[in-house]
């Protein structure tokens, strides 16, 4: 049984994967995404997205299992640059290709992010699936980056900062925003870099 957040409640088998070819994904995570900036997350709803791309319900649980699987699935898809495969040989080269890929795709992703970031405070079963589907995917590669420049000698490792980085960089897109009123962009974020997370891990 599958209740979804207005409240409607359906049956749908949830013990294996459909075979969607990614063309039909991708259609999915866009209609997922445009009803997400049209009602908010809590709004949408399965049967919403499922007549909006002209699915059955039970080919999205089946994909997905829940409504916030398919969320998170659908933020990863569209969040624009992994971290994947990230090593330019050095801390400075790496953080620096960290903003150029996180500023990708940021002015139209923001406002999508924030309400989904704000959803999260009720929803602790959509915040586990963003931790699962990109944070921490996402904090891992970051964390090879800095396990690399440890071995490198550029980071001590008892730097209290080694642990903090992603939290430092997730700060920073989230923050500016709420600060100044304007996405966090690749000029910023390189600022950023040079002014806050660089110092705080090169310090002795």
């Not at 957040?5 to 459909?18: I, K, L």
């Not at 319900?57 to 640059?81: D, E, F, I």
């Not at 405070?121 to 915040?127: H, N, Q, R, T």
Request: aromatic share 4%; net charge neutral.
């Amino acid at each position: 049984m599958h209740t979804d957040s207005a409240g409607t409640t359906d049956s749908a088998p949830t013990n294996r994967r459909s075979r969607l070819s990614p063309e039909r994904e991708a259609e999915l995570y866009v209609a997922t995404l445009d009803l997400l900036r049209a009602t908010g997350y809590a709004a949408l709803t399965m049967e919403a997205i499922a007549a909006r791309a002209k699915a059955s319900k039970a080919t999205l649980y089946r994909q997905w299992q829940s409504k916030p699987r398919l969320v998170a699935a659908a933020l990863r898809h569209n969040k624009g640059m992994s971290l994947f495969g990230l090593n330019t040989g050095s801390l400075h080269g790496d953080l620096h290709e960290t903003a150029r890929r996180m500023a990708y795709g940021a002015a139209p992703n923001t406002a999508l992010l924030a309400s989904v970031a704000h959803a999260i405070l009720g929803d602790p079963e959509l915040g586990l699936a963003v931790r699962e589907t990109i944070v921490e995917p996402e904090s891992a590669m970051l964390d090879q980056v800095i396990t690399r420049a440890v071995a490198r000698g550029e980071v001590a490792p008892d730097n209290p900062a080694v642990g903090l980085v992603a939290h430092l960089l997730i700060g920073a897109v989230t923050g500016r925003p709420l600060v100044e009123g304007c996405v966090a962009d690749e000029e910023y974020l390189h600022r950023y870099i040079d002014a806050v997370v660089l110092p705080a891990l090169r310090r002795p």
